[in-house]
């Protein structure tokens, strides 16, 4: 498959999702039913021709994609403009009879993604973000006593990157101290890469401390670029202007380093001018962009917007990817989400 026609299929993927063939329902309802819940943690991730892609396949956009995943004795696959792409699935992580077994996935081989808070202090009707799907799901944050009870069961079986994201409990800075605390703990038994979501904390002296603790990599996710934009689609996370976002990230580049700090910003919903232009801002930090598409989550707000234009995406990402080899972003150079690629295609294209 030609590198064009494989950026189209990635891209129409996380765009519109995958329609599913009787038999690979069947086959996954029996194998991998926990591919079936809504929502953005828990789409399908798999690999096709190297490239990891997450998948929603249990939403109701996804119904109506003309991207069909299909299995045969031979396995997955998905046929597109007349060639088959093979479809890969990551292996089950080893059990630990402890909490970790309902939270870690596998997003790409070596990259554990854990989500242990979804309970958000901007999850009310008044704040919550218009793309966000996340459900609470629990209180407040697994102890990290407890979950690293199960991580250092699992890291003795699976060597890997910790991948860590979650809702913004309480407030960025009581997020970050619990984040703190949680590799503070891991660093007693494991040297494992560790990535940590975050959004920016008042106190940026917090950022020093979570390198301090053990962390490897900062993401911090501007999402929306535009000011007014931003009040109307995160009217609570806008609280936090971008020139903070500028400010902690600038901090967290001189603290992990020129390419170990990311963020997400979301095509489809924006104008594509603002992602290019804070594309070049943020490379000219040494901060990795990531373009997410945006995808009509069925639990978020904007769920009867149309998902992001394939053609639109591919482009702006293609300009992205060269921003990447100018500035001499690697995305392998950043362990957890930024290696795995999973969610958007700019890792694909930065590769000529």
């Not at 069947?26 to 828990?42: C, N, T, V, Y």
């Not at 990259?111 to 202090?121: F, G, L, Q, V």
């Not at 930090?285 to 945006?294: D, H, L």
Request: hydrophobic share 35%; with cysteine; glycine share 8%.
């Amino acid at each position: 498959m030609t590198r064009e026609k494989f950026l189209k299929l990635k891209a129409g993927l996380l765009c519109h999702g995958a329609a599913l063939s009787e038999s690979a329902r069947e086959s996954m309802m029996r194998e991998r039913p926990k591919l079936f819940k809504k929502g953005f943690i828990d789409a399908v991730n798999m690999n096709i021709g190297g490239s990891n892609i997450c998948v929603s396949i249990a939403e109701n956009f996804a119904e109506s994609s003309e991207l069909l995943l299909d299995k045969d004795t031979d396995g997955y696959y998905i046929m597109f403009d007349g060639e088959r792409a093979d479809v890969r699935f990551f292996v089950e992580l080893p059990k630990t009879g402890t909490v970790v077994d309902d939270l870690a996935t596998l997003h790409a081989d070596g990259c554990i993604n854990i989500w242990p808070s979804t309970n958000c202090c901007y999850d009310t009707p008044e704040l919550k973000c218009k793309f966000c799907s996340l459900l609470p799901e629990t209180q407040k944050p697994i102890d990290p006593e407890v979950l690293c009870v199960g991580l250092k069961k699992l890291l003795a079986e699976y060597k890997g990157t910790l991948n860590f994201s979650g809702a913004t409990y309480k407030s960025p800075d009581i997020m970050v101290e619990y984040w703190c605390e949680l590799c503070r703990r891991i660093r007693e038994f494991s040297d494992c890469p560790i990535a940590v979501e975050f959004a920016p904390p008042k106190n940026l002296d917090l950022i020093d401390k979570l390198k301090e603790s053990g962390a490897t990599v900062a993401i911090m996710n501007i999402e929306i670029v535009g000011k007014e934009l931003r009040r109307e689609i995160c009217p609570g996370k806008s609280g936090i202007p971008l020139e903070h976002y500028h400010k902690a990230m600038e901090r967290a580049v001189k603290v992990f380093g020129y390419g170990k700090v990311s963020s997400v910003m979301i095509g489809g919903i924006q104008p594509w001018e603002d992602i290019k232009e804070e594309c070049e801002t943020l490379c000219k930090m040494g901060v990795f962009p990531t373009i997410m598409p945006f995808r009509p989550l069925d639990d978020c707000t904007y769920s009867f917007n149309k998902a992001c234009d394939v053609d639109e995406l591919i482009e702006v990402s293609e300009y992205l990817g060269e921003l990447l080899r100018k500035y001499k972003l690697a995305p392998e150079c950043q362990p957890g989400c930024t290696a795995c690629g999973g969610c958007s295609i700019e890792n694909d294209c930065y590769i000529k």
